[in-house]
């Protein structure tokens, strides 16, 4: 059973950084996509990046480019979002998320079928 687990959410100040991990479990991690979601308050969950099985591919959503890195370690089975010059509308639960399918990496929600239970991140002064 795939199981992911997220964690390093907190709260942030306008201009700080975070590093979110997700720890997979129940597969071999290393020939899967991995993905990051965030669902803002009130809104619809949206897609923040991914990053293929071999990490060769890594896209970012347009609001994240260049503030947002998506970077993964095969050998611990963990996917990380380092986030830079965070700003009041990064606020959202962030999830990462793993495709049922091997060496695709999707870049919608419905390319995913396993998800973790989230992590909440607040940027606020």
């Known amino acids: 059973q795939v199981q992911l687990v997220e964690s390093g959410g907190g709260l942030v100040r306008p201009g700080g950084s975070l590093r979110l991990s997700c720890a997979a479990s129940?597969?071999?991690?290393?020939?899967?996509?991995m993905g990051w979601f965030r669902q803002p308050p009130g809104k619809e969950r949206e897609f923040v990046g991914s990053?293929?099985?071999?990490?060769?591919?890594?896209f970012y959503a347009d609001p994240v480019k260049g503030r947002f890195t998506i970077s993964r370690d095969n050998a611990k089975n963990t996917v990380f979002l380092q986030m830079n010059s965070l700003e009041p509308e990064d606020t959202a639960v962030y999830y990462c998320?793993?495709?049922?399918?091997?060496?695709?990496?999707?870049?919608?929600?419905?390319?995913?079928?396993?998800w973790g239970q989230g992590t909440q991140v607040t940027v606020s002064s």
């Open positions: 990053i293929s099985y071999g990490s060769t591919n890594i």
């Open positions: 129940g597969r071999t991690f290393s020939t899967y996509a």
């Open positions: 998320a793993t495709p049922a399918a091997r060496w695709l990496t999707p870049t919608s929600a419905a390319g995913y079928n396993y």
